[in-house]
């Protein structure tokens, strides 16, 4: 059986990683890239009210990505065994990643910093966020 590739999804991929690399070179100061949405109007009071940071905007694009992908290629589960079979098949995909990409984050961070390290296993587990630190170190 093979998967249907959607390519709209693969280009509005680029698009939304596109928009969190330029929101990140903008935070480590390379440029102001999200004046690029308002133009002028970001001194103002209503760059104040409509202001969008590209980041923000390329993760709700993630978000809707994702759901609208796993929607697309959903399998009916009638049992709750269907559904452990999914939630396993989904944690051994994404966990692995998620915690190699950690283990070589928090090398180069501590490579190229001193910090207090107390929050490294709700970064670790993934869980941060239950503990209002959305932004981890």
């Known amino acids: 059986m093979t998967k249907n590739r959607v390519i709209i999804f693969d280009l509005l991929r680029i698009v939304a990683i596109s928009l969190i ?29 409509f202001y ?28 709750v065994i269907d559904y452990g079979k999914y939630m396993y098949r989904r944690i051994s995909r994404l966990y692995p990643a998620y915690w190699l990409s950690l283990i070589f984050t928090i090398g180069l961070f501590l490579e190229l910093n001193n910090h207090n390290f107390g929050d490294l296993f709700w970064q670790f587990s993934g869980f941060n966020a239950f503990i209002n630190d959305w932004g981890a170190t």
Do not use: R
């Open 52 to 79: 969008a940071d590209l980041g923000n905007v390329g993760m709700i694009l993630f978000i809707i990505i994702s759901g609208a992908v796993l929607e697309l290629n959903k399998k009916p589960m009638n049992t």
């Open 21 to 49: 690399v330029i929101c990140h070179l903008n935070n480590s100061g390379i440029g102001n890239y999200n004046s690029l949405i308002f133009g002028q109007a970001l001194g103002t009071w209503i760059g104040n009210v």
